[in-house]
């Protein structure tokens, strides 16, 4: 099956994360070509550019499933802010009501419209909890925490006034034996006020800075509650300057830390809509 050019898609953005949406009910793009295709579309300058692919599918188990891309084709289980895009693309094309729940690799996400741009997600719960971590960065030794909180996050408590070298750092933690085969996506947090963090998060898939990740204020959030720096809800700003709100229920218990109710509000625009010709491939 040939893709069928003009192909009708949106741009969205979730606190400067941002994503191509395209409404895949009728499948238009085969399966053996939508990695590739999601490379392609994704490079900035050369096609549309973004962070990754969003295809919105049928589901027989919520309102919708979906497809999900990084912007180097690799598939990602779950991403908090391409998330609440695709719940603002599901209700504004009629795909789903104000509540709605679908499908991801990491599980059923459930979502409600709050505003015309504010979309709040109730997160899978977080698993995979390793507290104490230890790695050498610039020669100087740093703790670490682990948690997959939808995808696999490591998240580095920076003190305010100290400069982070995201991208040369993030990339070491990124491909460290510690977190193979998955790898995992880096968290630098600074707390800049009471239950408020500064995060600035280098995404595997990505392999740079993004402006935003939910799933990473999740992460963050988390960690900051059980070291004492915050508790629920949580502030979240963002390398971009946008704010995400993090809500959850934490336990600390004798097999390790239980996150519940886990909640993620922020964001989800409409940036254009448009039609992708052929060139976009080239």
């Known amino acids: 099956m040939a893709i069928d050019f003009p192909l009708p898609f949106t741009k969205m953005s979730g606190a400067g994360n941002d994503?191509?949406?395209?409404?895949?009910?009728?499948?238009?793009?085969?399966?053996?070509?939508?990695?590739?295709?999601?490379?392609?579309?994704?490079?900035?300058?050369?096609?549309?550019?973004?962070?990754?692919?969003?295809?919105?599918?049928?589901?027989?188990?919520?309102?919708?499933?979906?497809?999900?891309?990084?912007?180097?084709?690799?598939?990602?289980?779950?991403?908090?802010?391409?998330?609440?895009?695709?719940?603002?693309?599901?209700y504004k094309n009629g795909i789903a009501?104000?509540?709605?729940?679908?499908?991801?690799?990491?599980?059923?996400?459930?979502?409600e419209i709050e505003s015309d741009d504010t979309v709040r997600l109730r997160m899978t719960p977080p698993f995979d909890f390793r507290t104490h971590l230890t790695l050498t960065?610039?020669?100087?030794?740093?703790?670490?925490?682990?948690?997959?909180?939808?995808?696999?996050?490591?998240?580095?408590?920076?003190?305010?006034?100290?400069?982070?070298?995201?991208?040369?750092?993030g990339k070491i933690v990124r491909f460290h034996p510690l977190f193979q085969p998955a790898g995992t996506n880096v968290n630098f947090v600074q707390k800049i006020a009471a239950n408020t963090l500064r995060v600035r998060t280098y995404e595997r898939g990505v392999e740079d800075e993004t402006m935003a990740c939910g799933t990473g204020a999740v992460a963050s959030a988390l960690f900051a509650a059980l070291d004492g720096l915050a508790s629920s809800p949580v502030a979240i700003m963002t390398s971009g300057g946008e704010h995400l709100t993090i809500f959850f229920d934490l336990q600390?218990?004798?097999?390790?830390?239980?996150?519940?109710?886990?909640?993620?509000?922020?964001?989800?625009?409409?940036?254009?809509?448009?039609?992708?010709?052929?060139?976009?491939?080239?």
């Open 137 to 169: 960065l610039d020669g100087q030794e740093r703790t670490l925490s682990f948690v997959n909180s939808g995808v696999p996050h490591t998240v580095i408590f920076m003190r305010a006034e100290e400069d982070i070298p995201v991208r040369e750092w």
């Open 19 to 90: 994503f191509i949406v395209i409404d895949h009910r009728l499948a238009l793009i085969p399966e053996a070509e939508q990695a590739g295709f999601a490379q392609k579309v994704c490079r900035r300058m050369f096609s549309v550019g973004a962070d990754g692919l969003i295809l919105i599918e049928n589901s027989e188990l919520a309102d919708f499933r979906w497809r999900f891309y990084n912007g180097d084709g690799s598939v990602a289980e779950m991403c908090g802010n391409g998330a609440r895009c695709a719940a603002r693309f599901a």
């Open 252 to 282: 600390k218990g004798p097999d390790g830390p239980r996150a519940e109710n886990v909640f993620l509000q922020g964001p989800a625009r409409i940036i254009y809509e448009g039609l992708l010709t052929t060139e976009a491939l080239l």
């Open 97 to 111: 009501g104000a509540r709605m729940s679908f499908e991801t690799l990491a599980g059923i996400i459930e979502a």
